[in-house]
């Protein structure tokens, strides 16, 4: 069955460094998706992405936060300067040929920030 | 804007007895409507959708839910819980238009042998 999958599972990352987060999605899926999870707090949308460019994106993802699909396979979210509050369960997703369609999601990246 | 409350944060229940996981959506039109499981170590999977038709919708693994509009409600149920449920589960929103999902603040479920 096809899958969604994120590397790495966990990254411990210094403040001020930047960091990128790569998920591979199913591979016939045209939307792309980041999620975060705050512990203890609610699953938030960060961005999605269809045709090359961000099709929505929430208040959350300013000018630190930057996502890419370098090649026919990987979709990736950069942060240029990470801070403590960046550190977070980070989901990617992907889903079909519309945007109704299910949303498939990774395993998720655990991102910590010292 | 759209939310969504999920009032429990932890429920326990019995293996073999039934569960209810509640869901209320605040949002000015009829959404698309997920229930999503998380185990641990694992990525969010879907359980079911309703986006339109029948108000009982099925979904994998026994689990079923019933959209109820004059609530704004969508509550999950199961008739008979197994160990493998223990889980987190989350309720989320779409609008028609958009990709967004609006996720609650998940219920977990704790079964007891």
């Known amino acids: 069955e096809p899958e969604v999958t994120q590397t790495p599972s966990h990254q411990v990352t210094q403040m001020g460094q930047e960091v990128i987060l790569r998920c591979v999605p199913i591979s016939n899926h045209l939307y792309f998706y980041w999620y975060r999870q705050i512990l203890g707090q609610k699953v938030e949308f960060l961005v999605s992405f269809y045709n090359n460019e961000i099709s929505e994106k929430s208040e959350i993802f300013d000018d630190q936060f930057s996502v890419e699909r370098p090649d026919g396979s990987n979709f990736t979210l950069k942060i240029r300067s990470t801070k403590l509050e960046d550190s977070a369960m980070y989901f990617c997703?992907?889903?079909?040929?519309?945007?109704?369609?299910?949303?498939?999601f990774g395993p998720g990246t655990r991102l910590t920030v010292l | 804007a759209q939310s969504v409350t999920q009032p429990d944060i932890h429920i326990t229940v019995s293996e073999g007895a039934s569960l209810e996981l509640r869901c209320n959506y605040s949002?000015?039109?009829?959404?698309?409507l997920f229930w999503y499981v998380q185990s641990p170590g694992q990525g969010l999977q879907l359980l079911l959708k309703y986006f339109s038709g029948d108000t009982l919708v099925q979904g994998i693994k026994g689990f079923e839910a019933e959209f109820k509009r004059s609530q704004s409600s969508f509550n999950l149920r199961k008739p008979s819980v197994h160990w493998s449920d223990a889980a987190e589960y989350f309720c989320a929103v779409k609008r028609a238009a958009g990709n967004k999902l609006t996720f609650g603040g998940g219920t977990r479920v704790l079964v007891k042998p």
């Open positions: 949002y000015g039109a009829t959404p698309y």
């Open positions: 997703a992907s889903s079909g040929t519309s945007g109704v369609d299910e949303q498939f």
